[in-house]
């Protein structure tokens, strides 16, 4: 079975400063995917990234990292000099290759993210 | 549409009665999705559609859920007998194909059961 944990229910800092975002992910499968999502208040859940299981290597987009370790299972989300903006809900998830069958996404419980000016 | 559309936005229903729910994915889109978001439950796989492929319908939680996809585009999520415990954010999603790339996400259905 698959699953994936979000340990953090509830973050809240400070204007600037960083916040790494844990997501730790159980699969039997050899490839797979994982993802991020923001859900801001408005309710819709926006994609942020896609990493297959293959790819190891760290990607930074803007004040935006990702560190995928598959030795530890871990697809960390890191926000540098966080904003009043980025506070919403985000969501680790995973999916099994296509070959393995069905594509759905597993999401963890997902962590609320309050960036206060 | 540029996005995927959700309809209604908002639905209060009284318990027993049956509703329907409805998404229109982004054009083109293959593969389409539903999603329920509740308190209790976090975000959960109902059942998904892929082209003119039998539905993965694993997710759906009882008989009283079904949903349909007309023409490969709009999708209908039908719950009937609603209970309380159906109430909950039922999200849509569409992407291009089945697999690795990302799911775009609508605004979702806020649906009360009272």
């Known amino acids: 079975a698959q699953k994936v944990t979000q340990a953090q229910t509830e973050i809240s800092v400070v204007e600037k400063e960083d916040v790494t975002l844990d997501c730790v992910y159980e699969t039997r499968d050899t490839t797979y995917y994982l993802f991020w999502y923001k859900q801001p208040p408005s309710g819709e859940l926006v994609f942020l990234i896609r990493r297959n299981s293959f790819d190891e290597q760290n990607e930074i987009s803007g004040r935006y990292s990702w560190n995928f370790q598959k030795s530890t299972s871990s697809f960390n989300f890191t926000i540098t000099a966080s904003q009043v903006v980025d506070s919403a809900v985000y969501f680790c998830?995973?999916?099994?290759?296509?070959?393995?069958?069905?594509?759905?996404?597993?999401f963890g419980q997902g962590t609320r993210l309050t960036i206060n000016p | 549409g540029a996005g995927v559309s959700q309809s209604p936005s908002n639905k209060v229903t009284e318990k027993g009665k049956d509703v329907e729910l409805r998404c229109d994915p982004i054009s083109g889109h293959t593969a389409l999705y539903w999603y329920r978001q509740s308190l209790g439950q976090g975000l959960e796989f109902l059942i998904y559609?892929?082209?003119?492929?039998?539905?993965?319908k694993s997710g759906l939680p009882s008989d009283r859920f079904s949903a349909e996809r007309t023409g490969g585009s709009v999708s209908t999520l039908t719950i009937q007998r609603t209970q309380q415990e159906d109430s909950a954010v039922y999200l849509c999603?569409?992407?291009?194909?089945?697999?690795?790339?990302?799911?775009?996400f609508g605004q979702g259905t806020r649906l009360t059961v009272v």
């Open positions: 998830a995973l999916s099994s290759h296509p070959r393995q069958g069905a594509q759905k996404l597993v």
């Open positions: 999603a569409s992407s291009l194909m089945v697999g690795g790339t990302e799911a775009f």
């Open positions: 559609f892929q082209g003119n492929s039998a539905p993965d």
